[in-house]
């Protein structure tokens, strides 16, 4: 929890503009209040034993700093700290309509792909480790 008010203070502190896209839109304050929860949620439902859940919260609170992230920066990719014409925006950045069709196509595939291989995996070596008296697995 300090850390994540720390990396928020110094990020401010450095680029004090990150916050402009929470001032216009106010409904991105849901992100932070999904991290706040996420945050809170993860050692209570440690405490509690619920694992699977204290996981799942953790999930979501990288998944909503990754989304905050990108919604306090739109339509930012790579802000220059020169001059802001040499920024990388969603609009400069984009590529043609073909290529854009390509690539869907083949993250699909790969989505796919890596969703099949996920799901075997964790199958393969689903439950809790359990020591013998030796202390081995």
């Given at each position: 929890m ?8 110094a ?6 503009q ?7 839109r106010f409904w991105?304050?849901?992100?932070p209040?999904m991290?706040f929860a996420?945050?809170?949620?993860m050692?209570?439902?440690w ?7 204290a996981?799942?919260a953790s999930t ?5 700093m990754l989304g905050?992230?990108?919604f306090?920066?739109?339509p ?5 700290s ?11 950045a984009?590529?043609g ?10 993250w699909?595939?790969?989505?796919a ?5 996920f799901?075997?995996?964790y ?5 809790k ?7 081995g697995y």
């Amino acid at each position: 929890m300090l850390l994540t008010a720390l990396s928020l203070i110094a990020t401010v502190y450095v680029r004090p503009q990150i916050l402009d896209n929470f001032r216009i839109r106010f409904w991105g304050l849901i992100i932070p209040g999904m991290v706040f929860a996420s945050l809170v949620a993860m050692p209570v439902l440690w405490r509690k034993g619920r694992e699977l859940a204290a996981f799942l919260a953790s999930t979501a609170y990288i998944a909503s700093m990754l989304g905050g992230a990108a919604f306090a920066m739109y339509p930012y990719l790579l802000p220059a700290s020169t001059n802001p014409s040499y920024s990388l925006t969603i609009h400069n950045a984009k590529t043609g309509a073909y290529s854009l069709r390509v690539g869907l196509v083949w993250w699909l595939i790969g989505i796919a792909l890596a969703i099949v291989y996920f799901t075997f995996i964790y199958r393969s070596f689903r439950g809790k480790v359990v020591l013998d008296e030796e202390g081995g697995y």
